[in-house]
């Protein structure tokens, strides 16, 4: 299973990846990102568009 995940600690808080999913996934609280991992579809797109590289797409295990 894969899934979406945040490092908060090398995010910028620059928000450039909430207006690129195509599900209205993320959102910022302030300097916080919140992600809605029932509406994310893991495409992708958002961790691409982070200059820093704090999105990422990650395999689970569903233990």
């Known amino acids: 299973m894969k899934?979406?995940?945040h490092d908060r600690k090398v995010c910028l808080a620059?928000?450039?990846c909430v207006g690129t999913c195509p599900k209205m996934a993320l959102d910022m609280y302030g300097?916080?990102?919140q992600?809605?991992?029932e509406k994310c579809?893991?495409?992708g797109v958002c961790s691409r568009t982070c200059p820093v590289g704090?999105?990422?797409i990650v395999?689970?295990?569903d233990a």
Do not use: P, S
């Open 14 to 16: 620059c928000a450039g």
């Open 59 to 61: 395999e689970v295990d």
């Open 3 to 5: 899934t979406l995940v």
């Open 41 to 43: 579809i893991k495409c």
């Open 31 to 33: 300097l916080d990102l």
């Open 54 to 56: 704090a999105l990422k």
């Open 35 to 37: 992600i809605d991992h």
